[in-house]
């Protein structure tokens, strides 16, 4: 039905950045609301950054002026640009839809990507 790709993790200095791509496919009709969540070793996830379809952002406290989400409705893609990253951002980050799909009628289903690796170390 539908599938969420994430790429763009990877190792990083501390005080670098990184920038996280999600791309939906399938039978889409509508992609609403996307968002990136992350998960520490022996943490709960959390939600680090939201975006509604028509723009509108939510972002964690702890890294407000740091990240910034945004989307591409024509790929169905939404980024992450991560700045200024701090050790403390270490995590597995996860993509995030709302979507609706088409399959003989019109279905809602709330996707996760698999998750992808970010590591913020000297």
């Known amino acids: 039905q539908v599938q969420l790709v994430e790429s763009g993790g990877g190792l990083v200095q501390p005080g670098g950045s990184l920038r996280l791509s999600c791309a939906a496919s399938g039978s889409i009709f509508r992609v609403n609301g996307m968002g990136w969540y992350r998960q520490a070793p022996g943490k709960q996830r959390e939600l680090v950054a939201s975006i509604a379809s028509g723009g509108t952002t939510n972002y964690a406290d702890s890294v407000k002026g740091r990240f910034t989400i945004s989307r591409d409705n024509a790929k169905n893609t939404v980024y992450l640009q991560m700045n200024s990253l701090k050790p403390e951002d270490t995590a597995v980050y996860y993509c995030?839809?709302?979507?609706?799909?088409?399959?003989?009628?019109?279905?809602?289903?709330?996707?996760w990507g698999q998750g992808t690796q970010v590591t913020v170390s000297s």
């Open positions: 995030n839809a709302d979507i609706t799909y088409y399959s003989g009628s019109y279905y809602y289903t709330n996707s």
